[in-house]
């Protein structure tokens, strides 16, 4: 090719390609005019820079990486430059070429100094073959070095520049780790709050069991100063705050998620306000702060909003109410801040003590009795057996609704309502004001999260066990002493010995990524979904020991369950962050549906939101019933709460609040008449709540007995792992074995044999149907895959 068509095909290449391709269109000249000066080294000099590409950081996680597809190139409009510079690729000697490439030790070594594992640079291998392979036509200076290579006029190694680069396009996290690494680093979160480390605050700790009068004195402070906000972690708990704050003639403002009330008529924002700790202002000045239930900064979930509000609040005075077990953690972090934690220790106001016997039966209950559950499915079957006996039963768990709840609470604590029995999970642990003498735990298994989300089923830990038995005796109830005791003989001795060990002390505080954080990353990965963007950001997140990155499965499921819905990264954020209970599908469906129509740009408006809903309902004429209002329910509160935050698409937010508590009153008949939804439950078969045999409920209870015998046991249990079980074990069944060691409930074995059978059934006839099409393509299937 002559040199004058050459400097024609080099003109062609747009200007800002020219530099880039330079040392590569020298390299392909060599063969026509001569070596030219700086061709050479190439692959030298990127290995020179590899050092400082690696950096000192722990090595990221790289399985997070989800490549990103490039495609083939197909025809050029200005045909293929790079043929008509030298000649047309032969693909075989290509193949050939990039075989030889993949396999040098060299280039391997190379890639892991770029980031590139094992696992990338094999990922990102194939996608660079096809890519060649497949391609009409080609960039012309890769063509060039293809061709130079191919005729051994160039070394296989001159490759990886290109390989590179492909490799930062299917995976553009390598591009960009140092700016990755400065925008995911939350070492010194006192910093991020300037306003408060302006100030020097007063940092007082109320510490003591329930029902020591900690939080009320802090709460005497509240009310005497002159501004003051006061941080809960539940939305009855900020309710109770708001109605005491002003029946003492304080004006106070109630600010929850779902919620804004404001006592002044115009509007104007009271010098207090009571919110959920999630929702105070870390930039509005009080002169007191409450923070309420501060052990929950050790939370995995939850943790964050009190870690901000702790570092954050631009508080004259902070009083902390909590577990004598925060107090170092509290003292470790106001040290980062310069600032000193004055504790003041109360004891329990009424005395409480643990019974020497259990119930055993449900026939030696008394009034003022209250029995804890920690499942559902016990609070149903536990209330239909009360009801049996012939008494009344208020029933509280966590799903209900916050009106119903205090309902029942109320029902329970009228000396003249004839109920005088109570039915509830730990939600009564923090909340509700309620006139208990004597706790009763049906159970000490309770199913929990760990820190990697995974679900286990463990007996209760001191810090919980110590919140509920700490509700029975409050000091404002009748009952001025308080007992505990469980339900089977077997519990009781565990119980003891949990109440008695101390409380571990808390070791981390948690941490969340903002919104501005996720949207610095997304700026460098724009093409990552917002799931993988949260995995890649905790991956490269970096603290101190003194906190911990909180779990984000519950967002991670948000952002997957609207992922295809075309959203500005800010609003997808939002919706992500929005409290739903995903093992709720009316719930999930909703939040889906709320965000397609907010795509679309079409107000969700109360007309709409009640043929969603399909207003008006009925009242529940069984549990499933009661348990899809209860949905509903949950569904109109995620209403709420996305009408603060996107006001023009969500605008009837008076409205919906109104058709809530009107949904609140059918469901709080529904639970005044749990005990017949029950009974009508079961002999539909829509619930199964067969009693279990005496013999069968002590070994679902005793197993927690049994667990904590195999937690301590372990090591010596080891060397006995492998002797032989006996015959009476080997004739057990895994069934009847779990069932023993509280992990499976004869009506959870039950439901398994049905969905078992349903899956039988189905599959069968889907190997019916398609058995003919199978035998037709077995054949197909068993050749190999052409690449």
């Known amino acids: 090719m002559s040199l004058p068509r050459c400097a024609l095909l080099w003109a062609r290449l747009p200007a800002g390609r020219q530099a880039g391709h330079r040392a590569a269109v020298c390299s392909a000249l060599r063969a026509h005019t001569g070596p030219f000066p700086g061709a050479l080294g190439r692959v030298p000099a990127i290995a020179c820079a590899s050092s400082s590409a690696s950096g000192g950081s722990k090595a990221p996680n790289t399985s997070l990486f989800v490549p990103l597809t490039v495609k083939p190139q197909g025809p050029s409009a200005d045909g293929d430059v790079g043929a008509e510079l030298t000649r047309p690729l032969d693909k075989n000697e290509v193949k050939k070429v990039l075989d030889k490439f993949y396999k040098r030790k060299e280039i391997q070594k190379l890639s892991a100094d770029y980031g590139l594992d094992a696992r990338l640079f094999h990922q990102a291998f194939i996608s660079f073959r096809n890519y060649i392979m497949q391609s009409h036509s080609l960039d012309v200076d890769i063509h060039i070095i293809l061709n130079d290579i191919c005729f051994s006029a160039a070394h296989v190694d001159d490759l990886f520049p290109f390989f590179l680069r492909h490799a930062k396009q299917i995976f553009p996290v390598l591009e960009c780790k140092d ?109 007191v702060a409450v923070i309420d239930e501060i052990q929950m900064i050790k939370d995995p979930a939850r943790g964050w909003a009190w870690t901000r509000a702790l570092l954050g609040l631009c508080a004259e005075e902070i009083h902390l109410c909590g577990e004598s077990a925060a107090i170092d953690m509290v003292t470790e972090l106001m040290y980062t801040t310069g600032e000193d934690v004055e504790v003041r220790t109360y004891k329990r106001l009424t005395p409480i003590s643990v019974l020497d016997h259990a119930l055993e039966s449900l026939d030696n209950l008394r009034p003022g009795d209250c029995i804890v559950c920690f499942s559902k499915n016990d609070i149903y079957s536990v209330s239909r057996q009360i009801e049996i006996r012939g008494l009344e039963s208020a029933v509280i768990y966590g799903s209900l609704p916050p009106g119903t709840k205090l309902a029942q609470a109320k029902k329970f604590n009228d000396p003249d309502d004839p109920c005088k029995i109570l039915v509830a999970t730990d939600a009564i642990g923090m909340g509700l004001n309620l006139s208990i003498r004597r706790i009763i735990f049906y159970s000490l298994m309770k199913p929990s999260i760990n820190e990697k989300g995974e679900k286990e089923i463990e007996p209760i830990t001191t810090s919980q066990a110590l919140q509920i038995a700490g509700r029975a005796g409050r000091f404002s109830s009748k009952f001025k002493e308080g007992e505990v005791t469980t339900m089977n003989r077997e519990d009781l001795s565990l119980l003891k010995e949990i109440l008695n060990r101390p409380v571990d002390p808390i070791k981390a505080a948690g941490l969340h990524p903002t919104a501005e954080q996720i949207e610095m990353f997304a700026y460098h990965l724009p093409d990552t979904t917002l799931s993988n963007l949260i995995d890649i950001f905790v991956d490269f997140s970096q603290v101190d020991g003194q ?54 740009n079409e107000p969700l408006t109360f007309s709409w939101l ?64 749990i005990t017949k939804l029950i009974k009508i439950s079961e002999t539909h078969k829509l619930l199964n709540l067969q009693n279990l045999s005496a013999e069968s409920q002590s070994r679902l209870s005793g197993a927690a007995k049994s667990q904590s015998r195999r937690n301590r046991g372990t090591k010596a249990l080891g060397s006995k792992a492998a002797e032989p079980l006996g015959p009476d074990a080997e004739e057990k069944s895994l069934a009847s074995r779990l069932v023993q060691q509280g992990l499976l409930t004869a009506d959870m074995l039950k439901q398994l044999e049905r969905e078992w059978m349903t899956q039988k059934t189905e599959q069968g006839k889907g190997r019916l149907e398609t058995g003919t099409s199978l035998k037709g393509t077995r054949r197909k299937k068993k050749e190999p895959d052409s690449d």
């Not at 539940?234 to 705050?241: D, P, R």
């Not at 779990?551 to 962050?577: G, W």
């Not at 023009?648 to 008449?673: C, T, W, Y």
Request: hydrophobic share 40%; proline share 7%.
């Open 179 to 287: 700016d990755l690494r400065k925008i995911s680093d939350l070492r010194i979160p006192p910093n991020w709050y300037p306003e408060a480390r302006a100030i020097h605050r007063k940092i007082i700790f109320h510490s003591g069991p329930t029902n020591s009068g900690k939080t009320y004195h802090a709460i005497q402070k509240y009310l005497s100063a002159k501004s003051g906000v006061y941080c809960g972690p539940l939305k009855l708990l900020a309710h109770e705050i708001f109605e005491k704050s002003n029946a003492a003639g304080v004006p106070c403002d109630l600010v929850t998620g779902e919620e804004r009330v404001s006592v002044d008529p115009d509007g104007k924002q009271a010098a207090h306000v009571a919110c959920t700790v999630e929702m105070c202002s870390v930039t509005t000045p009080y002169e």
């Open 547 to 600: 906190y911990f990155v909180c779990n984000m499965d519950d967002f991670k499921f948000s952002a997957e369950l609207i992922q295809h819905i075309p959203l500005s990264l800010r609003v997808r954020y939002v919706f992500c962050t929005a409290p739903i209970n995903k093992k709720q599908p009316f719930v999930c469906s909703s939040l889906l549906q709320f965000a397609r129509q907010y795509s679309r």
């Open 610 to 673: 009640r043929r969603y809903i399909k207003w008006p309902l009925l009242p529940p004429k069984n549990i499933k019933d009661l348990m899809d209002l209860e949905a509903v329910h949950d569904v109109l509160d995620l209403y709420l709460w996305l009408s603060y935050r996107f006001l023009d698409m969500f605008p009837d937010a008076s409205l919906v609040r109104e058709l809530q508590k009107e949904l609140d009153g059918i469901i709080q008949d529904g639970v005044h008449n």
